[in-house]
């Protein structure tokens, strides 16, 4: 008989999803964890049988750009592929970013939507992507609330009628920078009769095929700079379904990603609206860069999630020195430090859900609104990296079979490479958080909650990895301190707290995962008899929490990185 190897198969994503069951069973009041299971229980079927199969057959598909019609009209036309077409109906039909704005269950209802988004990602090819969009740019113009704009484009951007629902793009980045967006070249010019008009080079823009987007430019006269941005709302065609002077240059030709119409575009007077003043820009657009950092988290645990799933349920189908990997020690062991790392992920992430719910609800006290400021870059910032980590050691969970594209399987660490990178790469986004903790406020609010968690514990090994959380912070933010109280007394003070500003990120975003982990694996033990979330715990300081070491000499770094001598 010839050999066949079984390939690693899916069951229902919400059923078999215990860390996010059990999570619900925590957060959530029983009329509220009954009225949204049904949603999910069907997302989990879709994201296991439909979505799943679709991902599969059209594994070979990718956008098509058609620039000129056969009349030689410039038509610019992108044909996105048929998951795409399938999940934007399933996305608007379950609500996975109207369920937010609808808030059915008060401060809570963000933890509905984005369980939701957790079960639909990883079957639908980085479809999230304009939905994080499409979520960032209804918060924004929510709390601008500019009647003339929000007032017809909301409704469709929260619509849950496939045939309304519009999706948002979001043009920041241009070839002088996605990072240092201050730099854009895009100008806004007045005409005689009061419309703003964009000229420039939007670089990357990802939700191509959206209705609208929200965009920065430079009015006519402006300083440059960040201060001399304004944030303007574009609607992408007009009543006759033509592009209203944007020109789609070229699809980029990328690593991962590849279902995402990611494009080039000039705007050669594509008429506009300003938001909110005509400076600014940058903070104007900020309420939507904390929307789609938070999505980038859920969409890197849940991409986590999925590959460690697939990997599981592929070692008990392989077998090798004579039995099922699922029996070998050292492959069960690279197991369950994914797992570990999977779960402390989503516990984090969910957690920077709970502040935004309770945020936008007008829940929040002023130590939530501090923390979630701090907590949003970090969570982005850490989930990103452990996701091309955890994607990476599960294709080589899978040998030579995860190196094969007909598997499916390369795509998971494709697709995860991107996340540490848009939305702000992990560097960046370290600088921020130590921007966020500027504030005094921001730092005691974290130090508060990794304290409180601790002290919620009473399993001892929990105590005990809860502790190690507390002394991590601690250390971080000791460092942080040390390095700027000596900035203040020069420049390399200041050199010594930037080259430090990963390490103190990590330490803390690992640290408050780790906190969380541990907090949720107590409740685990307690009200379900459960050892596993406290096993993940352990598991997941032992992988490491504190990454601060000493800090390198910043000549030694220089010579090293550019290696001058
Ligand atoms: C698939 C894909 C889709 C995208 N879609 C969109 C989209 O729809 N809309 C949009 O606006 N943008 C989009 N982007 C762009 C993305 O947001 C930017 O690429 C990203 O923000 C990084 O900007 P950059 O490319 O200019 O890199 P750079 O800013 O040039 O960064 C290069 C390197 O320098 C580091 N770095 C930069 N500044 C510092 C610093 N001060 N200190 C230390 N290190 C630093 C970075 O961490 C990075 O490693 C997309 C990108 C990709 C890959």
Redesign the pocket.
């Known amino acids: 008989m010839a050999f066949f190897q079984p390939p690693p198969s899916l069951g229902n994503q919400f059923d078999e999803d215990r860390v996010l069951r059990s999570y619900l069973a925590r957060v959530l009041p029983d009329d509220a964890r009954h009225d949204i299971a049904p949603a999910l229980s069907e997302l989990g079927a879709l994201a296991a049988g439909e979505l799943y199969q679709l991902q599969a057959a059209d594994r070979l598909n990718e956008p098509v750009l058609t620039p000129w019609d056969p009349w030689g009209n410039r038509v610019d036309h992108i044909e996105v592929t048929a998951l795409w077409k399938r999940a934007a109906v399933i996305a608007a039909e379950y609500g996975l970013v109207a369920v937010a704005y609808e808030r059915r269950h008060g401060a809570l209802s963000r933890i509905d939507q984005f369980a939701r988004v957790h079960l639909f990602n990883p079957s639908t090819d980085v479809y999230s ?1 304009p939905l994080a ?1 499409t979520d960032g740019a209804a918060r924004t113009l929510s709390l601008h609330n500019n009647s003339n704009i929000t007032g017809r484009a909301l409704p469709h951007l929260t619509s849950r009628d496939p045939a309304q629902m519009w999706t948002s ?5 241009e070839r ?6 201050g730099l854009t070249e895009t100008v806004a010019r007045r005409d005689d009769d009061g419309t703003w008009r964009l000229h420039g080079t ?6 191509t095929t959206s209705q609208m987007a929200l965009t920065l430019a430079r009015p006519e006269g402006n300083p440059p700079g960040g201060r001399g941005l304004a944030l303007f709302y574009v609607e992408t065609h007009d009543a006759a379904g033509k592009l209203q002077r944007i020109g789609v240059n070229r699809l ?1 030709d ?1 690593l ?2 590849r279902k ?1 119409p ?1 494009a080039e575009l000039t705007l050669d007077g594509t008429p506009a609206l300003a938001v909110t003043g005509l400076n600014d820009g940058i903070r104007a657009i900020s309420p939507m860069l904390n929307i789609t950092r938070t999505w980038n988290a859920v969409c890197a645990s849940s991409l986590m999630r999925r590959s460690v799933a697939l990997a599981r349920d592929y070692a008990r189908r392989r077998r090798a020195f004579g039995a099922p990997l699922s029996e070998k020690p050292l492959h069960l062991d690279t197991l369950a430090g994914l797992q570990a790392e999977a779960e402390a992920a989503f516990h984090l992430t969910f957690r920077a859900v709970e502040l935004l719910g309770r945020d936008e609800s007008g829940e929040a006290t002023e130590d939530d609104g501090h923390l979630l400021r701090l907590v949003t870059p970090l969570v982005k910032l850490t989930t990103g990296r452990q996701a091309v980590q955890v994607t990476s050691e599960a294709i080589e969970c899978f040998g030579g079979a995860g190196y094969v594209e007909d598997t499916g399987l390369p795509t998971l660490l494709r697709d995860a490479q ?1 996340l540490p ?8 986004l ?2 921020d958080a130590l921007k966020a903790m500027g504030q005094t406020a921001a730092v005691t609010a974290l130090r508060a909650e990794v304290a409180g968690l601790a002290a919620s514990v009473r399993d001892p090994a929990l105590v005990e990895v809860s502790r190690v959380a507390v002394k991590s912070v601690d250390r971080a933010l000791e460092t942080a301190r040390g390095h700027i109280a000596s900035a203040a007394s020069g420049i390399e003070g200041l050199a010594r707290l ?1 080259a430090d ?1 990963r390490r103190i990120a990590l330490t803390l975003g690992r640290s408050l995962a780790l906190a969380l982990l541990a907090r949720h694996a107590d409740w685990s033990l307690a009200h379900e008899n459960d050892p596993r979330a406290r096993a993940a715990a352990l598991r997941f300081a032992r992988n490491g929490v504190d990454l601060l070491g000493a800090s390198p000499d910043l000549d030694d770094a220089r010579m090293l990185a550019m290696d001058e001598a």
């Open positions: 992507c969009m793009g979001q043009w920041m980045t002088t920078g996605g990072s240092d967006v939007k670089w990357f823009s990802s939700a980029k990328k991962g990603t995402v990611t991107v990178i848009w939305e702000g790469t992990t560097n960046v370290s600088l930037e500003a």
